[in-house]
T-cell receptor, first 115, second 115 residues
Framework: AQSVTQLGSHVSVSEGALVLLRCNYS??????LFWYVQYPNQGLQLLLK??????LVKGINGFEAEFKKSETSFHLTKPSAHMSDAAEYFC?????????????FGAGTRLAVHP | DTEVTQTPKHLVMGMTNKKSLKCEQH?????MYWYKQKAKKPPELMFV???????INESVPSRFSPECPNSSLLNLHLHALQPEDSALYLC??????????????FGPGTRLLVL
C-alpha cells in the first residue's frame, strides 16, 4: 500500500523567508503526488500535482515542488513567505492498488508566518 | 469553473434529528466523494460515487446514508448521529474514479456539530 509522511507537523517562518514543507512517499509504482492547502474553516485547494511529466512542478501562489525518485520525496517550497500563506498543507499520493484512484493524505503541516 | 458547492455551511443537530448535507458540481465530473475531517487531521474518505453508483463505502456506520440523485448532485443523509460525528464534512469531485492522477476538487465543507 502507498503512504505519505510529512515531516514536521508545525513549521514557522518569518515573512519573506523560504518555505520548505517536507513530504516523503512510499509507492511500489510510479506515483501521482499532490499538494493541497487548507485555509482556516475552508475546504482543500489544489496547489500542484506531479504526474511524471516533469520533476519540477510549479503551482499556484508561487509554490513549487520537486519530485526526487531516489529520495522518494516531493517537498514543497516557496522562495518568499507571505502572511497569507499561513494554512494547513497536505501532501497526498494517489493509491491505485485497489483498482481505483484513492487519495492517501499525509498528516498535514501547519505553516505559521510571522512578521 | 472548478467549483464544488456545499450547503449548509454550518449545521447543529441533536442526536435524534434527521438532516441532510448537499453537494453540487457542474464540471461534468463523473466521480463524487464524501470525506470526514476531524480537527487537526487529514480528510478521511467515507464514500465514492462513480457514474451515480456507490462504488466505495469505507465501512461507514449506517447512520450516514449517501445518495446521488444525478451526476451533479450528492447528498449525505444523517440520522441518529453521535457527538463524536461532529466534524467538517467535505465533498469532492473528479473527472473519473479509476484513472490515476485525477485531481479531486473539494468544496468548502459543512461544519457539523452534534449535541
Amino acid at each position: 500500500a502507498q503512504s505519505v509522511t510529512q515531516l514536521g507537523s508545525h513549521v514557522s517562518v518569518s515573512e519573506g523567508a523560504l518555505v520548505l514543507l517536507r513530504c516523503n512517499y512510499s509507492s511500489s509504482v510510479p506515483p501521482y503526488l499532490f499538494w493541497y492547502v487548507q485555509y482556516p474553516n475552508q475546504g482543500l485547494q489544489l496547489l500542484l500535482k506531479y504526474t511524471s511529466a516533469a520533476t519540477l512542478v510549479k503551482g499556484i501562489n508561487g509554490f513549487e515542488a520537486e519530485f526526487k525518485k531516489s529520495e522518494t520525496s516531493f517537498h514543497l517550497t516557496k522562495p518568499s513567505a507571505h502572511m497569507s500563506d499561513a494554512a494547513e498543507y497536505f501532501c497526498a499520493v494517489s493509491d491505485r492498488s485497489g483498482g481505483y484512484n484513492k487519495l492517501i493524505f499525509g498528516a498535514g503541516t501547519r505553516l505559521a508566518v510571522h512578521p | 469553473d472548478t467549483e464544488v458547492t456545499q450547503t449548509p455551511k454550518h449545521l447543529v443537530m441533536g442526536m435524534t434529528n434527521k438532516k441532510s448535507l448537499k453537494c453540487e458540481q457542474h464540471m461534468g465530473h463523473r466521480a463524487m466523494y464524501w470525506y470526514k475531517q476531524k480537527a487537526k487531521k487529514p480528510p478521511e474518505l467515507m464514500f465514492v460515487y462513480s457514474y451515480e453508483k456507490l462504488s466505495i463505502n469505507e465501512s461507514v456506520p449506517s447512520r450516514f446514508s449517501p445518495e446521488c440523485p444525478n451526476s451533479s448532485l450528492l447528498n449525505l443523509h444523517l440520522h441518529a448521529l453521535q457527538p463524536e460525528d461532529s466534524a467538517l464534512y467535505l465533498c469532492a469531485s473528479s473527472q473519473d474514479w479509476t484513472s490515476g492522477g485525477e485531481t479531486q476538487y473539494f468544496g468548502p465543507g459543512t461544519r457539523l456539530l452534534v449535541l
